[in-house]
């Protein structure tokens, strides 16, 4: 870092999405960074459970755009086929299980190729596979149901960021654990 320049994140995270995050440390390595974000040369995965069975793959391309939610109070995006940015999600089922609360579930790793706010939430939501505790996209009875199962945030989780490293030269791959939550929900997959 320097006198004049912070280090700065590379992307930003949903809020209560967890899991990995890339930040820069000076100046040339932000612009670097983010001219690869630009140029989609990065990969980022992430993992999520959603209720109710999935097929074992799904290609999501919902055009999304933003609106003003009076209800939450926040930014949120819909899915429109006429004026909204294109956009691209695929999930891979890794695996689905009942759980004696919220009913079955699958457990997902999802692929972006396109970055526009709250993408996976709102491509699963309209595909109708909500995020377990997902309060803005989310099914409110399962929400309700996850929320006794001591779910208090939408399970969402980037486990993977990968992305050349011209100093190294080599391709870097930063991964992040599943946290608790995620464990409480796939221990019941065992």
Known sequence: ASDTF??????????????IIISAKTYNALQWLNEQIRERKV???????????????LRMTGALSKWY?????????????????????????ITQYNHPRLGRLSLLDVTLYTWRMHQIRAHLSDAWYPI???????????????KKEK??????????????DPFAEKQKTHTAPYPDDFSLLISYAL
């Open 132 to 146: 377990i505790g997902d309060l803005m996209y989310g099914n409110p009875v399962t929400n309700r149901l996850a």
């Open 69 to 93: 939610d009076r209800e939450f109070g926040v930014a949120k995006m819909e899915i429109d086929r006429k004026e909204g940015k294109d956009s691209l999600t695929t999930t891979s089922t």
């Open 151 to 164: 779910i208090c945030r939408q399970l969402l989780h980037s486990t993977t960021y990968s992305f050349w």
């Open 6 to 19: 912070n280090p700065s994140f590379c992307f930003r995270l949903d809020k209560d999405t967890s899991g």
């Open 43 to 57: 990969s980022k995965n992430y993992l999520t459970i959603v209720a109710w069975e999935t097929p074992d793959h």
